[in-house]
């Protein structure tokens, strides 16, 4: 049974992950790119599907019933230019892997953090993957600058 402590950190973070899902659906409707690129946009979506849906059946009827609507209205306005397409998404992984991960330090549940680990790890490799579109310089894939949403 999840604490009220660590079912008030996982609505967020699946909050998070609604805002994120319905970002890449909302890129993949639009088939504005073409092969591999679209393919990536697809994978991503379904990634993030999936976490939704992990952290909706962990929460149960406590699960997030929106998702975090400041997210999504600020990364799909910066979507509207299909030349920041990239660095936008790359700044949602990241944000999205340093919330995961604050949230994990504050977790008492080992099964909700190693759920959550588990993300992390995905969603690190799609801001490493996303950094790739951008530029081959290394740091931008590696190093990620982005504050969690997540601070108590």
Same mark, same amino acid.
């Given at each position: 049974?999840?604490?009220? !402590?660590?079912?008030?950190?996982?609505?967020?973070?699946? /909050?998070?992950?609604? =805002?994120?899902?319905?970002?890449?659906?909302?890129? *993949?409707?639009?088939?504005?790119?073409?092969?591999?690129?679209?393919?990536?946009?697809?994978?991503?979506?379904?990634?993030?599907? !999936?976490?939704?849906?992990?952290?909706?059946? *962990?929460?149960?009827?406590? =699960?997030?019933?929106?998702?975090?609507?400041? *997210?999504?209205?600020?990364?799909?306005?910066?979507?509207?230019?299909?030349?920041?397409?990239?660095?936008?998404?790359?700044?949602?992984?990241?944000?999205?892997? !340093?919330?995961?991960? /604050?949230?994990?330090?504050?977790?008492?549940?080992?099964?909700? /953090? =190693?759920?959550?680990?588990?993300?992390?790890?995905?969603?690190?490799?799609?801001?490493?993957?996303? !950094?790739?579109?951008?530029?081959?310089?290394?740091?931008? /894939?590696?190093?990620?600058?982005?504050?969690?949403? *997540?601070?108590?």
């Amino acid at each position: 049974m999840l604490s009220d !402590a660590d079912i008030n950190l996982l609505i967020p973070a699946q /909050a998070l992950e609604l =805002a994120a899902r319905d970002i890449y659906a909302s890129l *993949v409707s639009r088939a504005t790119k073409s092969g591999d690129e679209q393919a990536l946009l697809e994978l991503i979506h379904s990634h993030h599907v !999936a976490y939704e849906q992990s952290l909706n059946g *962990v929460l149960g009827k406590r =699960a997030a019933t929106s998702r975090n609507a400041e *997210v999504y209205t600020r990364f799909f306005a910066a979507l509207s230019d299909s030349s920041k397409t990239w660095s936008t998404l790359l700044e949602l992984e990241n944000i999205a892997v !340093a919330t995961h991960t /604050a949230i994990i330090e504050k977790l008492s549940s080992a099964k909700m /953090a =190693a759920l959550l680990a588990s993300v992390i790890t995905v969603e690190a490799r799609h801001a490493a993957i996303l !950094a790739t579109q951008i530029s081959s310089n290394l740091s931008l /894939a590696l190093d990620n600058p982005q504050q969690a949403l *997540v601070t108590q």
